[in-house]
């Protein structure tokens, strides 16, 4: 996420306004004036795109909910830009052919005001939230391999990123009992203990 965060304000000093910068030179990403903003925008709708890209559309939805999941029932105000924008973002990251066409495709968004760069924007994000990961049931999958394996993992409650391997340990030392471990073709892999909330089951 840092990286990706990084890239959009650079592309965004350089292409479209500077930015405030470090004496060394560097866009200062913790510099004053860059949230609730056509900066806020890009950096929202570049990070998630990023995300589509590396993980699908999925799990970059997923993540964009991480910081905006105290507003499940009606998200307002910087919550509601946050998520629109994370949505013109997935969009984006889908279409894109790589990070440099990305970064264009939203300037471009934003120029043409697909983007909300304002609280005062009366345009809402209506998609239902479910309820953040928890519980026993708090890992989602974050990458699969080029077969369509589930090889990382995400886990909302430590914020930790575990390889199958590490998972498939964690579980056999009963740390994540939501869960278990079965053989498939000679190797291990996790699976949720499926309840009645599909977002609960891994993918």
Not at 13 to 20: A, M, N, Q, S, Y
Not at 81 to 104: C, F, H, P, T, V
Request: overall charge neutral; proline content about 4%; hydrophobic content about 35%.
């Amino acid at each position: 996420m840092k990286e990706a965060q990084v890239e959009g304000y650079v592309y965004f000093d350089k292409t479209i306004r500077g930015l405030p910068k470090n004496p060394d030179g560097t866009v200062n990403i913790y510099a004053s004036g860059l949230a609730d903003n056509d900066v806020d925008a890009f950096r929202h709708a570049y990070v998630s795109g990023v995300f589509t890209q590396e993980y699908g559309e999925q799990v970059a939805k997923i993540l964009g909910w991480m910081n905006e999941w105290t507003f499940i029932v009606s998200p307002s105000g910087g919550s509601n830009m946050d998520l629109w924008n994370n949505s013109i973002g997935r969009k984006l990251g889908l279409k894109a052919k790589n990070r440099k066409e990305l970064a264009e495709l939203v300037k471009t968004a934003l120029e043409v005001g697909q983007l909300i760069i304002g609280l005062d924007d009366g345009r809402k994000y209506t998609e239902e939230i479910p309820p953040k990961p928890a519980g026993e049931h708090s890992v989602i999958v974050l990458k699969k391999d080029t077969k369509g394996i589930n090889e990382y993992f995400f886990d909302f409650t430590t914020s930790k990123v575990l390889s199958r391997a590490e998972f498939v340990a964690e579980i056999r030392a009963r740390n994540y009992p939501g869960y278990t471990v079965r053989r498939v073709n000679g190797a291990d892999y996790p699976f949720s203990k499926r309840d009645k909330d599909a977002f609960n089951n891994l993918g």
